[in-house]
């Protein structure tokens, strides 16, 4: 899975790890953007925030919400983000900035893919659906709609609206019938 | 008498909503950030309605030196007489004090970074400055100052917003105090057809603000101040913003509290952070 280190980023900007004004922003956001033009489809960018040490909500705005807006409305065709981030304090203005455009992203924590979390605010139906089709590897909305005790069509309607906000991605398993759901952190 | 955000608004009233044209010093034997920023706002703003004001200065010689520290005579060059000389005070080397980060003048975007860096570095060699603190304070000075050059003017790319920060570290607190002299929060949020001036007050524009409102259209803008508040606020401490003819105080408990000054242009943001005793 493509994974950048955003400090890189920040030093080839003469910025350092604490940041930052709107208008710096404002010149870091196209290396983001450019880095998911460079991702295959149906991958997902990790950006890693590794040696941050503040990053404020303008900043958070313009490096991570602004282009995954662009990201969630097709601008980059079906690819995903997520960020590694083990600092709490630095979800705080990133969650408020994703808030205020009503978008959500998967946070990792620690090394590999398995500690994730959702950042943004999700209903509950919501949330506890991407959460179960996270903890399961390629799942169908038939397989899906029991163990969340809804109806096949409460539960393809879950799976599209989690689909839209970049959270799952629709799959085909290799020998299997129909589609299936992952969550966009388990490929790779 | 002592300079801080209470004093100083009666000054406002007597000079601006008066007649008086001197400014009074000579009783004052203490001196706080947010009385120095509003003092020198005040005696430019006067400038600019061309009223010509004396400053009677401060007879204690602590404070005199305490403001020449605080870079206020150089700040207040061309605005202001002086009831007596204080060329005295600038030949004298200024002692450096690792407590005061002395006025700071923001007219551009650009300088916000170096303000930024040299705020940071007063605190950092502090104990009594957690990385709690110091992340907060850089991140209360991104959103604030760039709100200067971004909200103080808009629309106006050639306006001078006379944006002015200092700080102030004490045994048990932190102060901090920002101001401008641009078309303050009212102007710049009304300027936004979603929110009508007469729905939106200076009250209701300073409580919007702080809520996350913004005068850009894009839904995404204006968490800024808001997110300075719940920042301030997770440490204990309270912000007053002052904008127009009043000043919204918000409490750590999100209580707020609502005072009725004069009018006068700009915004002015004084923050005020606990410290623990090392």
Known sequence: MPEIKFIDILRKHKLGARVGLRTEGHQVAPDIEDALRRIQEMETLIIDFADIEVMSHSFADETIAIPLSRLVAGEHGEKYLAVRIDKDELCVDLENALNKRGLVLLRLRGAGNRHWSILGTLSDELRKTAELIGNLRAVSAGDLAPRLGISLQACSNRVVELGKKRLIQRIRVEGERGVKYENVLATG | MELNALSAEQIIKDTCAGSSNTIDLTKCTFVEVSGIIRLV???????????????MIPQSEDVQGYLERANVFNELKGYCTFNESIEHLQHRERNPTSTLVELRSLDEENQARAIIDCFSTSLKAHKSINSDIMDTIDKVLFETLQNISEHANPGDFFAVSHGL??????????CLSIGDLGVGIRK?????????????????????????YSRHADIGRGGGLMSVVAAIQKLDGWLKVRSGDVAVTIAANDQQRVDQYVLFPGTQIDINVPLLQS
């Not at chain 2, 706002?41 to 309605?49: G, P």
């Not at chain 2, 710049?188 to 702080?210: G, V």
């Open chain 2, 165 to 174: 920060a200092a700080l102030q570290r004490y045994k048990k607190k932190l």
């Open chain 2, 41 to 55: 706002l005040l005696a430019r703003h006067l400038t600019f309605e061309k009223r010509s004001i004396q400053m």
């Open chain 2, 188 to 212: 710049s949020l009304t300027s936004n057809p979603k929110y009508p001036e007469s729905r939106y007050d200076h009250t209701e524009a300073i409580k919007a603000a702080i809520s996350g």
